[in-house]
């Protein structure tokens, strides 16, 4: 394992789903947020437990790239898009169909949710891939 790439690719992992989160939550998925507001916290409460979310994100993010690492195959984006796809419906699908279970969610939001996380799952499986590159393979590739 290449500890220097696995690091960078864990912090831009982190910085960018808590940017893509902001874009689709706060952005994208805000009118249907707003129209079941009465579901959720207030936002003084959520923003009061917002560390909760953030020492979240940084575990998971860990555990994107982590796994990544351990089925690393050394093919490209193709991999990270691929691997994106994996997570994405593994999280996203299952976290945003279980949402519609517990929550009276209307469905076009929660099939947004899904879409929008898979979205997001394979930006940031192609950037793990890109940044994660061992110097070993930058100088084999550089000699053919």
Excluded: C
């Excluded at 917002?50 to 195959?73: H, L, Q």
């Excluded at 519609?100 to 929008?116: D, N, T």
């Amino acid at each position: 394992m290449n500890k220097q790439r696995f690091l960078l690719a864990f912090i831009v992992v982190f910085v960018l789903l808590e940017l893509l989160n902001y874009i689709i939550f706060s952005v994208i998925l805000m009118p249907s947020l707003e129209a079941v507001k009465d579901v959720f916290r207030t936002g003084e409460e959520m923003m009061s437990k917002m560390w909760i979310m953030y020492i979240t994100d940084i575990i998971w993010s860990f555990f994107f790239v982590f796994f990544f690492v351990k089925g690393y195959e050394k093919k490209g984006i193709g991999e990270g898009i691929r691997f994106g796809i994996y997570i994405g419906l593994f999280f996203s699908f299952v976290s945003a169909y279980s949402q519609f279970v517990i929550y009276p969610l209307p469905y076009s939001m929660i099939f947004g949710w899904f879409v929008y996380g898979l979205i997001e799952m394979v930006i940031l499986g192609i950037v793990t891939a890109l940044i994660y590159n061992p110097k070993e393979e930058i100088h084999a590739a550089a000699s053919l």
